[in-house]
């Protein structure tokens, strides 16, 4: 597998700027993606490797706001073993031992301490594993140090208290050292963390798991985190086989992907390895991408 291209896709909403940045990519069992979905119907939309994987990206959306550079999920890190990489065909490295993210930020003329705020819409290792790196001395820190974190506090509670299901999701040095640093803050529900950017609970691959609603000017984008990973994932039923709560996810996606389609909302893929973001239409049967984003 290779990196999905391009590594930066710009675009503007309403006043404001926003980048689609792929922290790499990832290939994972495709029955896995795709849950009850038999593989005949989903290889027809992600073909499938010798070992039954489908290529991925890792997006991350950075949003330059007036009060700052405001990041959503950060990746994978670079805290895993050559052998982790493997299992999750994961390829993420960045210059000097950091990631892809950072080069992008760094493409764009940002730094990691530039981030003032680091919106996390949940704490699996490729969705946070960057909020961590580390570093030459082998020492795990924050890796947006000026940056205040959010996360749903019914997710941090999920992550530090696994069971044999749910732990080989969630790594303490992905969000201990955050904590420790007194730069993690735990939020109970939907919020608007910062005028325009709004916490949406959007429970079902696990309980607790935020998608985050961005608004200026009355144009709204919406990160879709693990509720829609792909485009291919649009169809009510094409729910991942990792969902803790798939039929909570069904219910989760009845509802935004109503929204999205009949307010016209920017959806931002995650886990797409082509395509970052799309506006959807229901064609009376089910979602799919409007062919005029
Ligand atoms: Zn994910």
Redo the contacts with the bound molecule.
């Keep these: 597998m290779t990196v999905p291209q391009p590594l930066v896709e710009t675009r503007t909403l309403g006043a404001w700027t926003v980048h689609a940045i792929q922290a790499g990519g990832q290939a994972l069992d495709g029955g896995a993606m795709f849950g009850v979905v038999p593989k005949p119907l989903w290889e027809r939309r992600i073909p499938a490797d010798a070992r039954n994987r489908i290529p991925l990206g890792m997006r991350c959306l950075l949003v330059e706001h007036d009060m700052g550079l405001v990041l959503i999920d950060n990746g994978a890190g670079n805290k895993e073993t050559a052998k982790f990489l493997d299992i999750y065909g994961i390829e993420n490295t960045g210059r000097e031992g950091r990631t892809l993210l950072e080069d992008g930020l760094h493409s764009l003329g940002h730094r990691p301490e530039d981030v003032v705020l680091m919106i996390d819409t949940h704490l699996?290792f490729?969705?946070a594993g960057g909020n961590t790196f580390r570093d030459g001395a082998g020492k795990v820190l924050p890796t947006f140090s000026s940056a205040r974190y959010v996360v749903q506090r019914g997710e941090y509670d999920w992550a530090t208290r696994t069971n044999e299901r749910t732990a080989a999701s969630y790594f303490p040095p992905n969000f201990e050292p955050v904590m420790e640093a007194g730069l993690l803050d735990l939020v109970d529900g939907e919020r608007e963390i910062v005028p325009g950017i709004r916490l949406v609970p959007t429970p079902g691959h696990t309980p607790h798991h935020q998608s985050v609603r961005v608004e200026s000017r009355g144009e709204v984008a919406f990160f879709l985190?693990?509720l829609v990973?792909t485009s291919a994932h649009l169809p009510l039923p094409w729910i991942m086989g990792y969902d803790v709560e798939p039929l909570v996810t069904l219910e989760t996606k009845r509802k935004y992907l109503r929204l999205a389609a009949d307010e016209g909302w920017l959806l931002v893929f995650?886990?797409d390895a082509s395509v970052a973001w799309g506006r959807v239409v229901h064609d009376g049967k089910s979602y799919a991408l409007a062919s005029h984003p």
């Design positions: 699996h490729d969705h985190g693990d990973p995650e886990h």
